[in-house]
């Protein structure tokens, strides 16, 4: 159970990461000063998936729509996705979707960034 449990927290826990890290973040003035809409399009992103990794995301490949409607189930965040792509386009937010590939990247990227800043601190 120990093993089971852990190996499912990763999974998520790295869903997580790379839907949030690499997006906007946002100090608290700036975000008073967005609408609702772009602060939730613009602090996350989505992941194009391809029917081998499908399972993997199990529905969170949808982030964007997830922020925007976090109550409707999973299996009914690709039917939104159209309308949510199109809302994003006319209200000029864009409507970011990449690859895992390139998510998992901008997150080792992201991390790298951060450390370098951290090894510079003096002790």
Same mark, same amino acid.
């Given at each position: 159970?120990?093993c089971?449990?852990?190996?499912v ?15 906007? %973040? ?16 613009? %602090? ?22 997830? /922020? ?7 299996? %009914? ?20 979707? /990449? ?25």
């Amino acid at each position: 159970f120990f093993c089971l449990a852990n190996w499912v927290t990763g999974i998520l826990h790295i869903q997580l990461l790379v839907s949030h890290i690499g997006v906007e %973040s946002f100090t608290q003035q700036e975000q008073q000063e967005q609408s609702w809409l772009s602060h939730q399009v613009l %602090s996350s992103r989505n992941v194009t998936t391809t029917s081998w990794d499908t399972w993997y995301w199990g529905g969170l490949e949808y982030q964007i729509e997830h /922020h925007l409607f976090p109550r409707l189930p999973r299996e %009914s965040l690709a039917k939104i996705a159209p309308r949510v792509e199109k809302l994003c386009h006319d209200c000029q937010l864009p409507y970011r979707t /990449h690859t895992s590939w390139e998510v998992i990247s901008d997150v080792v990227h992201d991390l790298q960034a951060v450390a370098q800043i951290a090894f510079e601190i003096p002790a």
